[in-house]
Structures are given as structure tokens and as C-alpha cells.
């Protein structure tokens, strides 16, 4: 069964590391040795020792997440300093989609918040839905403050 990428969250520095590679492998069909390769890397063996011990030079980080195409140890790294990360909202109009993929995110994180009171889930479960639902309302917001001057779409 194919991941819902949006709505996963890291809960440690490994599992972050883990969840770039395997966003690269099942999004990009980048395996390890494509990843090295697009960080310039000498080695293969070198990503795996990263990932094994969560060792990843911070100069190498972005180089990282470009080649895997995701940004789960930025975004872990903030949510453990108690930051909340969101994309950049450009201020375009969103779709029917848009609000219910939303509504979605908001439904798993109540759900979330029921089955912990209950003790049927982990604290961690709980707190990466609540974070996709806080994230997914603050860009939300940004994008309807932005409606009327948006940016330009230069990527």
C-alpha cells in the first residue's frame, strides 16, 4: 500500500533520516546509490552509515533532502525545538481538494486525540496527527492572507 506523504510525520532523528530515503525511493525510484550520487558523494556506504547512526553532517542536510525529496529531519528538527514548520503559501486559490485533503488531516488528529484518551494509541501517534492538523490550518491561513497579492509561481 502507497503512503499518504502528506500526512506523515517524524518521530526521531532516524526515523527522519529513514523516512527522506524511503521518500526517495518509492517517489523518485532513487535508490541509495542515486541519493549519494546526487549529494556528490564518494560512497554509497557513506548514506547508509548516516542512516544507520543518525550522523548526518548539517552541511550535508540540504543536499540530503533535495536528492530524497523531502524535508522530514528539517521538519523534525523544528517540531523538537517546538517550532511549527509549513511550506511557503504562495496565495493561490485552493480547491475543493485542497479543503478536503484538510478535512481529512483534521478528522485523523481528532480521532487521534480520542483513541489516546482511551490508551488505544502511542503519545508520539498522536502528536505527529495533531502537528499535520496545526500545520495544514496555519498554511491554510497564510494562503488566505496572500490571496490578494500572490506570488509568482517561479519554480
Known amino acids: 500500500m502507497k503512503r499518504n506523504w502528506k500526512k506523515v510525520r517524524p518521530t526521531s532523528l532516524l526515523n527522519s533520516l529513514e523516512l527522506c530515503a524511503d521518500h526517495g525511493r518509492e517517489q523518485r525510484n ?3 546509490e542515486r541519493i549519494a550520487e546526487a549529494m556528490c558523494e564518494k560512497t554509497h556506504h557513506t548514506i547508509y552509515k548516516y542512516l544507520e547512526g543518525g550522523t548526518l553532517p548539517l552541511i550535508k542536510l540540504r543536499a540530503f533532502e533535495d536528492a530524497c525529496g523531502a524535508t522530514f529531519v528539517t521538519r523534525w ?3 523538537s525545538a517546538g517550532l511549527l514548520v509549513i511550506e511557503v503559501p504562495t496565495g493561490r486559490a485552493g480547491g475543493a481538494a485542497d479543503v478536503l485533503s484538510l478535512q481529512e ?3 485523523d488528529a481528532v480521532g487521534a486525540l480520542l483513541q489516546f484518551y482511551q490508551g488505544k494509541v502511542s503519545a508520539d501517534e ?3 496527527s495533531v502537528t499535520a492538523g496545526m500545520e495544514g490550518l496555519a498554511f491554510h491561513r497564510e494562503n488566505v492572507k496572500k490571496h490578494d497579492q500572490p506570488e509568482l509561481d517561479l519554480q
Open 77 to 79: 528538527l523544528a517540531a
Open 30 to 32: 532513487y535508490s541509495v
Open 105 to 107: 488531516i483534521l478528522n
Open 126 to 128: 498522536v502528536l505527529a
